[in-house]
């Protein structure tokens, strides 16, 4: 398996180690002499004191044998997330998925969704869920995606990542990023939100397994009224670890804009968002749920194309989509505060279908104004 990545990445060419987040800025002459590498050819030295002083790697092999050299896409895309599949282990009231259903594409269908979003430039892939670890075919798939060159991030519960062939796996190939969610510090309150009797347990036999195997893990405390009690413990938790950690306390409407999850927020701690001033999704971005439909992002699902029946060619109407789903109409339209605003289109959308609390997402409403 390749140790080094040479990549087009957007208006760049990056020289990457997978499973580490630092990167080599090159230039288009030297990636094109990656390029043209063959067989027995000799690593050029830079490559080799770049592999040194980056990351005290020695090639002492073959450079075809140690790099892999990606292919320019003319899509334009750089980084994808991707929910391999909606189910979970865990039933947390907010969870913005609503029905969390087992289901999604078999395995020649996850092989042909990877390949497509490598063709289209994706160098960083998210794999997400529900909770991906425990899809059957989630190894098979993260070994996959590693083996066409992209760096590869888990989001996940934790649950699972004590568990011999989840350790192994991420030894072979080591993620760039482990994200997990905290529920709680204590088992009543972490198994109250997950619904989930020993899963406070599970969970820190996954971070002693992490610290151990020396993962980057990056940690979310997740705030909500069962748990806002002890958000200084999880906080104090997460510092025991050694581990980085952001405080998350403002929940969304589900992906199909139910309002269950608005109930469940702890709103003494709430926080106003930064002003919203645009983003890349769509352009240089995009979502994929468990079928291989492609969406902006996570929040903005409708419209889509599907990636399965109408292949790559499709992908750039995902930036025609990001536009039209930017325009403030609805309950937004002829708003005087556009320049302030602290929430994007597609997600006030979803809040006014979930019953319009204002309050939770607009300035007009009061809250962070």
């Known amino acids: 398996m390749h140790r080094l990545i040479a990549s087009p990445f957007l208006s760049d060419y990056l020289l990457l180690h997978p499973g580490h987040p630092s990167g080599v800025r090159i230039p288009e002459a030297r990636y094109n002499e990656l390029r043209a590498l063959t067989g027995p050819d000799a690593a050029p030295v830079w490559l080799h004191d770049a592999a040194r002083q980056a990351w005290g790697l020695t090639l002492d092999r073959p450079p075809t044998a140690d790099l892999l050299v990606r292919e320019r896409s003319r899509y334009g895309y750089a980084k994808a997330s991707w929910e391999i599949n909606l189910g979970c282990d865990y039933d947390c009231e907010f969870c913005y998925l609503g029905e969390k259903r087992f289901e999604g594409l078999d395995w020649q269908g996850k092989q042909q969704l990877l390949r497509t979003m490598r063709d289209a430039g994706v160098l960083w892939l998210q794999i997400t869920g529900g909770e991906a670890l425990i899809d059957p075919e989630f190894g098979a798939a993260y070994e996959y995606a590693h083996q066409l060159g992209m760096m590869v991030q888990v989001s996940s519960n934790g649950s699972s990542l004590r568990k011999a062939p989840i350790r192994e796996l991420f030894a072979r190939h080591r993620p760039y990023r482990l994200t997990l969610s905290v529920y709680g510090a204590t088992a009543e309150t972490y198994e109250k939100v997950t619904r989930n009797r ?21 940690l979310n405390v997740i705030v909500s009224d069962d748990n806002a009690h002890e958000v200084d413990d999880m906080v104090a938790l997460c510092k025991r670890y050694g581990f980085p950690h952001q405080v998350f306390t403002n929940m969304s409407p589900t992906i199909d804009g139910e309002a269950n999850p608005l109930a469940s927020q702890a709103e003494a701690h709430m926080t106003p968002r930064s002003v919203f001033t645009g983003c890349n999704a769509g352009h240089t971005f995009f979502h994929v749920n468990p079928h291989g439909i492609a969406s902006i992002c996570k929040v903005g699902r409708d419209p889509s194309v599907n990636l399965i029946t109408e292949g790559l060619a499709t992908l750039p109407r995902l930036g025609q989509i990001a536009e039209s789903l930017q325009l403030r109409t609805g309950g937004c339209s002829g708003c005087t505060k556009v320049g302030t605003c602290r929430t994007c289109r597609p997600l006030a959308k979803l809040y006014q279908e979930a019953g319009d609390r204002r309050e939770l997402y607009c300035q007009h409403g009061g809250y962070g104004s």
């Open 198 to 218: 020993g899963s406070f347990g599970r969970f820190l036999d996954g971070l002693d397994a992490a610290r151990a195997d020396g993962l980057p893990v990056r």
